[in-house]
């Protein structure tokens, strides 16, 4: 059975701080790794990695996809208060109609002032 | 504006009654999905759909059933509805066919919460 599995479970930093969430998968026919932020609502779109090595970043965000050890990273540097929220990664993989996601557990990260 | 859209937004009702959640979007997608979140939030995929194909997660009992009247909306009709279906249901689409763009990347509507007393 395809597994996504993330860590910490939650994490409480300071307004400043770096963090570094973790995701591990074990997905058949594995074909991407997504992230994702949800915070009171529906979970909003962050970055999509295929290829291992290759560093995609966004402002303060950024991932990386290593698919020898099947796991990605999500770095957040000088969190603020508004970087509070779940972060969900997810496996998706070839065949089907159109793309079946497996979702990991999520990390629950809050940033105090 | 909204590109995924869901309604209701809040369903409460009782043990055994049959209801539906409308699942709208305006993006031109080819593909749709329902997955439901429980209280641990954890997010699991119930059903992927495109004008060619539907494929159901296996876990999902046959008692919630997609229905697409068109290549914008999936539905979701649940029967005898069971305390263990509280959860919030979440829909999303994505472009699956030669889009060039990233093929993998889910929309997702606003969530519906249902509450079965």
């Known amino acids: 059975e395809d597994k996504v599995v993330q860590s910490p479970l939650s994490l409480v930093v300071h307004e400043g701080d770096t963090v570094t969430l973790n995701c591990s998968y074990e997905v058949t026919n594995f074909r991407s790794l997504l992230w994702y932020k949800q915070e009171k609502k529906a979970p909003t779109f962050l970055f999509m990695l295929?290829?291992?090595?290759i560093e995609k970043k966004s402002g303060r965000l950024s991932s990386i996809l290593d698919k020898k050890e099947l796991s990605s990273i999500l770095n957040i540097t000088a969190t603020q208060t508004g970087d509070s929220a779940i972060y969900l990664c997810?496996?998706?993989?070839?065949?089907?109609?159109?793309?079946?996601?497996?979702f990991g557990g999520g990390t629950r990260l809050m940033v105090k002032p | 504006d909204t590109a995924v859209s869901q309604t209701p937004k809040y369903l409460v009702t009782q043990m055994g009654n049959d209801k539906s959640i409308k699942c709208e979007q305006n993006l031109g997608h080819d593909t749709m999905y329902w997955y439901k979140q429980d209280s641990k939030k954890f997010l699991k995929i119930m059903f992927s759909y495109n004008n060619k194909e539907l494929i159901i997660n296996e876990t999902v009992p046959n008692r919630f059933s997609p229905k697409s009247p068109d290549k914008a909306h999936l539905n979701l009709h649940i029967n005898s509805l069971e305390l263990g279906d509280s959860a919030v249901y979440f829909c999303a689409s994505s472009q699956e066919i030669g889009s060039g763009r990233a093929v993998n990347e889910q929309f997702f509507g606003p969530g519906t919460r249902l509450t079965v007393l």
């Open positions: 295929t290829s291992s090595g």
């Open positions: 997810a496996g998706s993989l070839f065949g089907g109609a159109g793309n079946m996601l497996t």
